[in-house]
């Protein structure tokens, strides 16, 4: 590894991982069943202002859509809370290199809009796509970070929590 990438990246790359305060995980597609060389990305709450900084590695190549699942979720029944939630969710997902692969701002809408997370339920679950991080190009074994800021919180939202995944695209259609 230090031949590949040299001393220096990798001295970097040590240093970030040791001082950075962030919750690190590991991306899991769905796709891909659990292993612990790609262990599932942590979940936070959509009902609390923050910010959630996870590291991972991706576990395969192609096109991907970035999913919030929302845990515990029925799917369809719950469309109508879901839709109506009051928060501003802001992604941002950048490379090993530093650059940005895909940038998404907005809140759940039952809509597909510029600004909207917009919600998909299927098969008894709901998760919150955006058009930004849809179709994005990742690789397998690269590093990420992904970078979820949560804000404009309604203080009567219910307790919600998401967990950030990502789909094979050809397996999605938004």
């Not at 290199?97 to 998404?104: D, S, Y």
Request: some cysteine.
């Amino acid at each position: 590894m230090l031949v590949k990438y040299g001393p220096c990246f990798l001295l970097s790359m040590v240093l970030i991982y040791l001082c950075a305060p962030e919750t690190r995980c590991s991306a899991q597609p769905s796709a891909i069943p659990r292993t612990d060389e790609y262990p599932a990305l942590q979940s936070f709450s959509l009902d609390q202002p923050g910010e959630h900084v996870l590291h991972f590695r991706q576990a395969q190549n192609g096109e991907m859509t970035l999913l919030l699942k929302i845990e515990g979720s029925t799917g369809e029944p719950e469309r109508q809370e879901l839709t109506h939630l009051r928060a501003t969710v802001e992604v941002a997902l950048v490379n090993h290199t530093g650059r940005t692969v895909c940038q998404a701002v907005g809140s759940p809408r039952d809509g597909v809009s510029a600004d909207s997370w917009v919600l998909r339920t299927s098969h008894g679950e709901a998760a919150f796509w955006h058009r930004n991080c849809a179709e994005i190009k990742l690789k397998r074994s690269k590093l990420y970070t992904l970078t979820v800021r949560i804000r404009d919180v309604d203080p009567k939202m219910p307790k919600i929590k998401a967990t950030p995944t990502f789909e094979r695209s050809d397996n999605y259609a938004p």
